[in-house]
């Protein structure tokens, strides 16, 4: 009888999570870490990510590998008051900072030899398979 227990949730309403959820939707979430949406797909001997960063440019962009977990990290910045003013006048401002983080694990990934290309907001990301280590074989004397 104990297996059919379900967690105790809050539900109904609460005033402040719908006053952060009207916030975010109005102003866009503005400055939110958010994850990026990606495909990958297996090509046999390796594995192919493909990673979606409209609006980026290359060096926003970084892509780690520490102990079998790859991390993408793409943060774009605001340009700063001093570099609006020369620009002119905003009327209009829509565009703001974001950032997007996405992490993986990669452990039967060969990580030394990973390539990355990045062309018209699309991360490519090719990941060869690690090759499955065959023991030696080896003679034994029998003295």
């Known amino acids: 009888m104990m297996n059919t227990l379900t967690p105790f949730e809050r539900t109904g309403y609460e005033l ?3 006053m952060r959820d009207w916030e975010n939707a109005f102003f866009g979430g503005q400055n939110q870490l958010s994850a ?6 297996d090509t046999g001997d390796s594995y192919v990510m493909e990673a979606e ?4 440019s290359k060096d926003e962009i970084q892509v780690d590998v520490q102990e079998d ?5 793409a943060v774009h910045k605001e340009k700063s008051e001093e570099e609006q003013a020369k620009d002119g006048t905003y009327l209009r401002k829509e565009r703001s900072s974001c950032s997007y983080q996405k992490q993986m694990y990669v452990g039967d990934v060969d990580t030394d030899h990973m390539e990355a290309s990045y062309e018209n907001g699309i991360l490519t990301l090719k990941m060869p ?9 080896r003679q ?3 003295q």
């Open 16 to 18: 402040f999570r719908s």
């Open 36 to 41: 990026c949406k990606t495909d990958v797909r």
């Open 53 to 56: 960063l409209p609006g980026f």
């Open 69 to 73: 977990v790859l991390t993408l990290k």
């Open 129 to 137: 398979k690690k090759q499955p280590v065959v023991p030696e074989s």
């Open 140 to 142: 034994i004397t029998i």
